[in-house]
């Protein structure tokens, strides 16, 4: 069973940085797509980036230019570093495993989440 572990949240003042990690255990990782979505308060979840088994990324406009989701396969891991941070970025973060290798598919595996506040 697929299991993924995020961390990295924490609080930040606005402009700062924060870079998020999801480990991935239970299956062959490179062959998937990933992603992070994230929910404030009040709000629905909105997928934030997403990267393909091949490398492909898809990012919210946003965060566009401020956030960079990467993969390290050796490590069964995504990243998102989150730059210029500001306080509409607070939300609890969520990392998502999907089905295939592409982002365009639907449903997955999610992983419990890791709260991002920014605020001075």
């Known amino acids: 069973q697929v299991q993924l572990v995020e961390s990295g949240g924490g609080v930040v003042q606005p402009g700062g940085s924060l870079k998020l990690s999801c480990a991935a255990s239970g299956s062959i990782f490179s062959s998937f797509a990933m992603g992070w979505s994230r929910q404030a308060p009040g709000k629905q979840r909105e997928l934030v980036a997403a990267i393909s088994s091949g490398g492909s990324t898809n990012y919210a406009d946003s965060v566009k230019g401020r956030f960079t989701i990467s993969r390290d396969n050796a490590k069964n891991t995504v990243y998102l570093q989150m730059n210029s941070l500001k306080p509409e970025d607070t939300a609890v973060y969520y990392c998502?495993?999907?089905?295939?290798?592409?982002?365009?598919?639907?449903?997955?595996?999610w992983g419990q989440g890791t709260q991002v506040t920014v605020s001075s």
């Open positions: 998502k495993k999907y089905y295939s290798g592409s982002y365009y598919s639907s449903g997955g595996v």
